[in-house]
């Protein structure tokens, strides 16, 4: 049963544009939820995280949302780069650093478009 | 220059042999962690060790096995038993006290010839 859903697994968005990119989660003992950027045969790097006792997180281009009642966060991009292209991530977990080990969707590929 | 090294970058297993993927880290990090990634998913936990000397199994430790004998070291042997080797294998490391976000090595390709 997987915890953690992204239902997307691609998105296209133009240049310049927001990308709003969601997740779904099951498992209500999440507290932490984190953002990875993968490109193919790298490690993922880390982007942006949030605690459940937050409902937005802003570094730069990137916010993130979370909605408890709904168990449901999303990732904007704004604007969107190039370098944006790139598959994305949603990870959770019960315990600060995911000390315990993260739990991953199965990610959405982002197409920026010129 | 801080950060987290796997090697080797490619692995090539013969059936019926164990081989050992390293991972290293010099960020000081007590916790330490193995995931493995397949095609058009995401990342499933093997095992974990949040500190020196201590290992637990993650989702899918089923055929894996690991050492946590120093703290910058985390070694992870894919043995015969586990069924379909062929995969991304990441190694990640974090400092939950002080941090959110666990930190990921570059990975290792396994293949099975």
């Known amino acids: 049963d997987q915890q953690v859903k992204q239902n997307s697994p691609s998105l296209s968005v133009q240049e310049g544009r927001i990308s709003i990119l969601n997740c779904d989660y099951t498992?209500?003992?999440?507290?932490?939820f984190l953002w990875y950027k993968k490109y193919p045969a790298e490690g993922p790097t880390f982007l942006i995280s949030?605690?459940?006792?937050?409902d937005k997180n802003e570094d730069g281009r990137f916010t993130v949302f979370l909605n408890k009642s709904a168990k449901h966060l999303s990732l904007h991009i704004v604007p969107s780069q190039p370098g944006d292209s790139a598959v994305y991530f949603c990870a959770a977990s019960r315990l600060r650093g995911g000390a315990d080990g993260l739990t991953f969707g199965k990610g959405t590929h982002l197409i920026i478009q010129p | 220059d801080g950060g987290i090294t796997q090697s080797p970058k490619y692995l090539f297993r013969k059936e019926g042999q164990n081989v050992t993927l390293s991972c290293e880290q010099n960020?000081?990090?007590?916790?330490m962690y193995w995931y493995r990634q397949d095609p058009g998913q995401g990342l499933r936990l093997i095992y974990y060790?949040?500190?020196?000397?201590?290992?637990q199994k993650g989702d899918i430790a089923e055929g894996y096995s690991v050492s946590r004998e120093k703290k910058e070291s985390f070694p992870l042997t894919v043995t015969s038993a586990q069924k379909n080797p062929t995969a991304f294998y990441l190694c990640?490391?974090?400092?939950?006290?002080?941090?959110?976000?666990?930190?990921f090595g570059p990975g290792t390709r396994l293949l099975v010839l």
């Open positions: 060790s949040q500190i020196v000397n201590d290992f």
């Open positions: 498992n209500s003992m999440f507290d932490y």
């Open positions: 949030i605690s459940s006792i937050k």
């Open positions: 990640a490391s974090s400092d939950p006290g002080n941090q959110e976000t666990q930190y």
């Open positions: 960020l000081n990090h007590d916790a």
